[in-house]
């Protein structure tokens, strides 16, 4: 029997770097975000958040990030999931920390889940492009 799992994770340099380009990209297009980085556990590896970018996003970006790596899909496609189904929605969507709306992806390398990125701030149009280009700054796409 085994005792043991391995488990592969982000690094603290590529959580940086990922969480540095996502608050680039929201500069660029001319909103503040957040951007947090979540490891293969859901426990924060990496968080920046742009001069202004809105308090209550805080929170959103890593709880995104978190949903994302716990539920393994990015946090928007958790709603389309549960949507036909009211009561599975209001009871998985009422959990702390889920955050079933558009902008956490799960970070994804030689096809395992190392961790996942999640940006709050702006419209979940642009959270998204900012996520993207974390993840583009690691050499990744979202799915």
Same mark, same amino acid.
């Not at 949903?67 to 389309?80: D, H, K, Q």
């Not at 949507?83 to 009871?91: I, M, R, T, V, Y």
């Not at 009422?94 to 030689?110: E, K, Q, S």
């Not at 096809?111 to 709050?120: D, E, L, N, Q, Y």
């Given at each position: 029997?085994?005792?043991?799992?391995?488990?592969?994770?982000?690094?603290?340099?590529?959580?940086?770097?990922?969480?540095?380009?996502?608050?680039?990209?929201?500069?660029?297009?001319?909103?503040?975000?957040?951007?947090?980085?979540?490891?293969?556990?859901?426990?924060?590896?990496?968080?920046?958040?742009?001069?202004?970018?809105?308090?209550?996003? !805080?929170?959103?970006?890593?709880?995104?990030?978190?949903?994302?790596?716990?539920?393994?899909?990015?946090?928007?496609?958790?709603?389309?999931?549960?949507?036909?189904?009211?009561?599975?929605?209001?009871?998985?969507?009422?959990?702390?920390?889920?955050?079933?709306?558009?902008?956490?992806?799960? !970070?994804?390398?030689?096809?395992?889940?190392?961790?996942? !990125?999640?940006?709050?701030?702006?419209?979940?149009?642009?959270?998204?492009?900012?996520?993207?280009?974390?993840?583009?700054?690691?050499?990744?796409?979202?799915?």
């Amino acid at each position: 029997m085994e005792l043991t799992v391995r488990r592969d994770s982000i690094t603290a340099e590529a959580a940086l770097a990922a969480v540095a380009a996502a608050v680039r990209k929201g500069q660029e297009m001319g909103v503040a975000v957040n951007a947090a980085v979540v490891d293969a556990g859901g426990n924060l590896a990496g968080f920046l958040r742009a001069p202004d970018a809105f308090l209550p996003s !805080i929170t959103i970006a890593i709880d995104k990030a978190w949903t994302a790596v716990g539920f393994r899909m990015p946090s928007g496609r958790l709603y389309a999931l549960l949507s036909d189904n009211p009561a599975l929605l209001d009871g998985i969507t009422g959990r702390d920390r889920v955050a079933a709306f558009a902008g956490g992806f799960p !970070i994804v390398v030689d096809g395992r889940i190392v961790g996942a !990125i999640g940006v709050s701030g702006a419209s979940e149009e642009q959270d998204c492009a900012c996520a993207g280009a974390g993840l583009a700054a690691l050499g990744l796409t979202h799915e």
